[in-house]
């Protein structure tokens, strides 16, 4: 594994793709990996292609499977209705037209 920055000890370490591929019980970083990635939606570290952040890819396995935790509606916000206007009513409606 690598290590986190020696400055923040706090920080989980960072795991390589061919350790995560063994985690999911991929026989290495082959294409059907890559695509199970891509369709969870689990992105690399910006800047560093082969290591990925076990947070990040904790919390997206939470969300395939249903377990993220739901927002919480409050009783006492304003209910509003999502409004469907295209691109030209939106900027008619701004400019006044």
Known sequence: ???AL????WLPPLITGAE????MRYSGVTSAFRG???????KSV??????????????RLDIA???APQA????DAPKTK?????LTEERRRRRGK
């Open 6 to 9: 020696p400055s923040n000890p």
């Open 20 to 23: 995560l591929a063994a985690m």
């Open 1 to 3: 594994m690598h290590d």
């Open 82 to 86: 999502p409004t469907s206007m295209s």
């Open 46 to 59: 910006p800047g560093r292609n082969d290591l990925y952040d076990p947070y990040h890819v904790r919390h």
């Open 65 to 67: 499977q249903g377990m």
């Open 72 to 75: 919480v509606a409050r009783s």
């Open 36 to 42: 199970w990635l891509k369709t969870l939606g689990i």
